[in-house]
Nanobody, 130 residues
Framework: QVQLVEVGGGSVQSGGSLTISCAASGRTTASFGMAWFRQAPGKEREFVAAITWSGRGTYYSDSVKGRFTISREYAKNMMTLQMDSLKPEDTAVYFC???????????????????????WGQGTQVTVSS
């Protein structure tokens, strides 16, 4: 059974950068697609970014496109999210998710559907102060 653990959350000032990671255990991340979601206080969980099992395909929400970069570190069995030019509205708990059922699925608008992901991490807090 795959388990996901997010690490690297914290606090940063507006305009700053932060990198969060998702470590997988139980199975190599090279065999499934993954994504990041986030949930701000009082709001529903929303899609942030997705990446294919190969790492060659990525997809971002409009709110983070051009500021965030999703990538994979196969040697460490991890996925990372590099967040630049952070804004107070990026404050949220960030969750990583994996789709272990459809490993060949490409990324696109369909990646935003939360029910596609069968494994979730516990979340890590990211706080951006103005």
């Amino acid at each position: 059974q795959v388990q996901l653990v997010e690490v690297g959350g914290g606090s940063v000032q507006s305009g700053g950068s932060l990198t969060i990671s998702c470590a997988a255990s139980g199975r190599t991340t090279a065999s499934f697609g993954m994504a990041w979601f986030r949930q701000a206080p009082g709001k529903e969980r929303e899609f942030v970014a997705a990446i294919t099992w190969s790492g060659r395909g990525t997809y971002y929400s409009d709110s983070v496109k051009g500021r965030f970069t999703i990538s994979r570190e196969y040697a460490k069995n991890m996925m990372t999210l590099q967040m630049d030019s952070l804004k107070p509205e990026d404050t949220a708990v960030y969750f990583c998710a994996a789709d272990t059922i459809r490993p060949e699925r490409t990324v696109g608008r369909g990646s935003m559907v939360q029910s596609l992901y069968d494994i979730w991490g516990q979340g890590t807090q990211v706080t951006v102060s103005s």
